[in-house]
């Protein structure tokens, strides 16, 4: 087989003044053994390390790289949303500059894509590793949801990530997906762009459309590191309104249709925005206060609704 028979297959890497770790992102990209994919790079730095790195070792080689620097910085979100803009591949996958994939992530992902057309996504079981590389002991966001390979159904596990309010397919590097499947911006769910639950909102997007299998096995590690925001103060805010959004117009998508379901994913998201409270105490701000009351208001009357129907 030539290598145009078999479907090509976008990694897009956006990347913000980390020239080490994108480095090693890109070669574990360029190192898959699936053999028809282009690499789309999205360089938001403030200077120039990345571009020197790219235009030197590696764009006289390697052809299947395209490389965009921006000429001004986009931010995550939008230079994320360029590259899926610019991305010819029918089947997607993000690499976060500070990740790896194994290098049978793509070619293990597809074979289960070319055999089952019902598949929206494919996503895998993934390892967590620290600055140098060094594999650290698994927790709460890296639980593995099935002990071996498993199909299972889009709106099954949509329904389960949001009782649970809980990322069950993983970051962004982890899946696969089918590009057409997303209709909405990645990290758009019914026309609002989310803040930090990102890729939540594009996983529920993609499972209302088909099905998921899940790989038992580890195709992709996600660093921990000194230089990631993983859980600030802005952050805990964003996503507490992310998720209220979420669970509020999931069900517009086909989801939460079982008033039981629906019920506990509203009780749910409203312990965490009760915790959010505890969490800023004294860091509490007015801005802060009104923004939890508007999503406790929005839990609060949706619940009230709920309650009134089974009546």
Not at 89 to 96: A, D
Not at 150 to 173: A, F
Not at 298 to 305: M, P, R
Request: glycine share 4%.
């Amino acid at each position: 087989m030539t290598i145009n028979t078999y479907p090509l297959v976008s990694i897009l890497i956006p990347t913000y003044n980390r020239p080490h770790y994108f480095q090693l992102a890109l070669d574990s990209a360029l190192a898959q053994t699936y053999p028809n994919i282009e690499i789309i790079i999205g360089d938001d730095s403030t200077d120039n390390k990345t571009q020197e790195l790219i235009k030197q070792s590696y764009l006289p080689i390697y052809k299947n790289i395209v490389y965009i620097q921006n000429s001004v910085s986009l931010g995550q979100f939008q230079n994320g949303l360029l590259l899926f803009e610019k991305a010819s591949g029918n089947y997607i996958n993000y690499l976060m500059d500070d990740d790896l994939l194994h290098p049978d992530k793509i070619q293990k992902m597809m074979n289960l894509f070319l055999t089952d057309n019902s598949l929206s996504l494919v996503t895998s079981y993934r390892k967590l590793i620290d600055e140098k590389g060094e594999h650290i002991p698994d927790g709460p966001i890296n639980i593995k949801l099935c002990e071996i390979t498993t199909k299972l159904s889009g709106m099954d596990v949509g329904n389960q990530m949001l009782m649970n309010c809980c990322n069950y397919i993983g970051e962004p590097t982890t899946p696969l997906f089918k590009k057409e499947h997303l209709i909405e911006a990645f990290g758009t769910l019914n026309g609002r762009e989310y803040n930090c639950c990102v890729d939540m909102a594009s996983w529920i997007h993609l499972l209302s459309k088909g099905n998921l299998t899940y790989i038992s096995e580890p195709l992709s590690y996600f660093r921990i590191h000194s230089g990631q925001q993983l859980q600030s103060n802005m952050k805990l805010l964003e996503g507490i309104e992310d998720l209220t959004h979420l669970i509020t117009v999931s069900k517009n998508y086909g989801f939460l249709q079982n008033k039981t379901e629906y019920q506990k994913a509203l009780q749910e998201v409203l312990q965490r925005i009760l915790y959010a409270f505890q969490h800023y105490n004294k860091d509490m701000t007015d801005m802060i206060y009104q923004r939890l009351t508007q999503c406790v208001e929005t839990v609060k009357i949706e619940l009230q609704l709920l309650q009134n129907q089974l009546l």
